[in-house]
C-alpha cells in the first residue's frame, strides 16, 4: 500500500497520513473515516456556516458562557503570588500568564476573553496552536489588527509537541483552552489517554479549560446535526468529495446518505454515511477500490455529551480536579476548568 502511494505520489498527494487513514478505514469492517478529515477548506467554510445555523446552539452557547463569565475565569487563570509589598513591575512579572488554545480556528469566542483581560490590564500572552498554517496566520494577522496590544504567537505544530516546546521555554502559569467541544469527538479510551498525556505535558501550578457539549432533548441534540437547510449534509458528504479531490476518487455522492444519530443513554451523537446501492468506489491515486453492499454504513463523526458525572470520571481517570464549572443560562454547555490532582 505504501509502495503503491509513493509511486503514484505526484502532487496530488499531499498528506500520506491522510491517504493512509482513509485507506485504513475504508479497509476495516464496519468501515470509518476520521472526522478530522472533515476540514479541508470547504470542510472549514462549511463548518463556519454550521456554527451560524439556528439548531447548532453549541457555539452560542459557549459564547454566552465566555461573555458571562470572563471576568471570573481571568481571576482564576491569573496566578496569585502577589505580595502587596513587593515592587510593582515584579507584581506583573508573577501574574503573567500564557494562555494556550487547541484548534482556534476564526477565534470569535477566545476574543471574548482577549477583549475583557485586556481593559482589565492584565499581563498574558495568547498562544493558539494549529496544525493549519493558513488558518493560523489569519487568525494571528486579525488578533494583530483588532488588538494591537495583544502580546500573541501562533504555533502551527501538533498540540503536545507545541506544549512540550513552550514547557521548555519558561516555567510561567499555562492555561490550555480546549473549547468548542471539540472533546466529544474523542471516545471515553481516547478522551482519557488525551487528558492523561495533556497532564504529563503540563505542570502542577497549569490549568485546562474544555468545552462540553452537556446532555439535553434528545431531540435538539439530533436536531443539532441534522438541520433543515442541510448544511450538516453537505459537511460530511464534503468527506467523500475531498476523497475524490485528493486521492483520484470516484465516490458518486449521490449513491450516499447522511444519517446521524443520538444515543441519550451513552450521550453518543454519531454520523454516518451510509451507501444506498452496492457499489464499487475506486481511489486512483493510491490504486486502491473498495466495494460497498447496499444500506452499508461508514461512520464518520462521534460528538459525545457529557453529563457531571461524567465529566468527573473523565477528570478523576486522567489525574486532574475540577476547580469549577461555568454554564449559560440553559444548560446546555460547560466550560470546565481542572487542574492536575497529582
Ligand atoms: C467541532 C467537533 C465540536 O461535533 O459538534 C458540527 C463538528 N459536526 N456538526 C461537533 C460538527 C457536525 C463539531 N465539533
Known amino acids: ?5 509513493m509511486e503514484s505520489t505526484r502532487t496530488q ?11 485504513t478505514g475504508l479497509s476495516a469492517s464496519p468501515k470509518r473515516l476520521s472526522s478530522q478529515y472533515f476540514y479541508d477548506e470547504r470542510g472549514s467554510r462549511l ?15 459557549e459564547y454566552e458562557i465566555l461573555s458571562a463569565h470572563k471576568a471570573a475565569m481571568l481571576h482564576l487563570f491569573q496566578p496569585k503570588k502577589l505580595i502587596s509589598n513587593r515592587e510593582e513591575i515584579q507584581a506583573l512579572t508573577e501574574n503573567f500568564f500564557e494562555m494556550i488554545e487547541f484548534g482556534a480556528g476564526d477565534g470569535m469566542k477566545v476574543k471574548v476573553l482577549l477583549q475583557h483581560f485586556l481593559e482589565a490590564g492584565a499581563h498574558f500572552k495568547y498562544i493558539p496552536i494549529d496544525i493549519s498554517g493558513d488558518a493560523l496566520n489569519g487568525l494571528i494577522t486579525d488578533l494583530q489588527e483588532t488588538f494591537p496590544d495583544l502580546e500573541t504567537e501562533g504555533m502551527q505544530e501538533e498540540y503536545f509537541k507545541a506544549l512540550n516546546i513552550l514547557k521548555s521555554r519558561s516555567e510561567v502559569r499555562k492555561v490550555v483552552l480546549f473549547l468548542g467541544a471539540n472533546i466529544g469527538n474523542f471516545s471515553e479510551t481516547e478522551a482519557i489517554r488525551f487528558l492523561t498525556h495533556l497532564r504529563e505535558s503540563l505542570r502542577p501550578d497549569d490549568l485546562l479549560m474544555i468545552g462540553f457539549d452537556l446532555k439535553k432533548d434528545p431531540n ?13 449534509r453537505e459537511f460530511n458528504m464534503n468527506l467523500l468529495q475531498r476523497i475524490n479531490n485528493e486521492l483520484g476518487g470516484d465516490f458518486d455522492l449521490n449513491g ?12 453518543e451523537a454519531r454520523s454516518y454515511l451510509v451507501s444506498t446501492q452496492a457499489q464499487t468506489v475506486r481511489l486512483s491515486h493510491v490504486n486502491a477500490a473498495f466495494h460497498f453492499q447496499a444500506w452499508e454504513p461508514i461512520h464518520v463523526e462521534i460528538s459525545r455529551k457529557y453529563d457531571l458525572a461524567t465529566i468527573e470520571r473523565l477528570a478523576e481517570k486522567s489525574g486532574f480536579r475540577i476547580l469549577q464549572h461555568f454554564f449559560d443560562s440553559r444548560h446546555f454547555f460547560v466550560d470546565t476548568v481542572l487542574m492536575s490532582n497529582v
Do not use: K
Open 47 to 61: 463548518f463556519q456556516d454550521i456554527m451560524q445555523l439556528e439548531e447548532y446552539y453549541l457555539t452560542r452557547s
Open 13 to 23: 498527494i499531499l498528506n500520506p497520513t491522510f491517504a493512509q487513514d482513509i485507506l
Open 256 to 267: 450516499f446518505v447522511h444519517y446521524p444519530t443520538y444515543d441519550p443513554q451513552s450521550g
Open 1 to 5: 500500500m505504501l509502495i503503491a502511494l
Open 220 to 232: 435538539q441534540i439530533l436536531a443539532a446535526y441534522n438541520d433543515a437547510s442541510g448544511v450538516t
